[in-house]
């Protein structure tokens, strides 16, 4: 039975981390070191723990034990995104388009100041300025 009441319902400090399957630990380790400045925390032969510097952005990127395949979830909901200050923003901007990075257009999103690109997997990453509210 799920929570009906303030009082009932758990009261969370924030997301942890996220994990995902990759299927090339180096790969998918320099993608999310280069684009996003983040350090590793951890790193063992079947995943790589990596943080935002001077943020609380927590991945696991784990290696798949098979084939990965985001995109079979459903592109347009299946994603995660990150807050970007709008200085940073543009600085992505031209980092996604010197490295050719896949943008992934998002039917269901109306008109806004952010961007979706993919990760070497195909994970949905969206990029927005401000709170994310």
Known sequence: ??????????????????????????????FYTDMFDMNIVERTDRYVHVRTAGARDSIFLFKADGPVSPGDCGLTHMHFGFRIDDKNFEKALEYIKRNNIRVHHNPARGAGHFIYIEDPDGYVIQLEPGDCD
């Open 1 to 30: 039975m799920y929570a009906t009441t303030t009082q009932e319902k758990v009261k969370t400090g924030g997301l942890c981390h996220i994990a995902i399957d990759v299927s090339d630990l180096n790969r998918s380790l320099k």
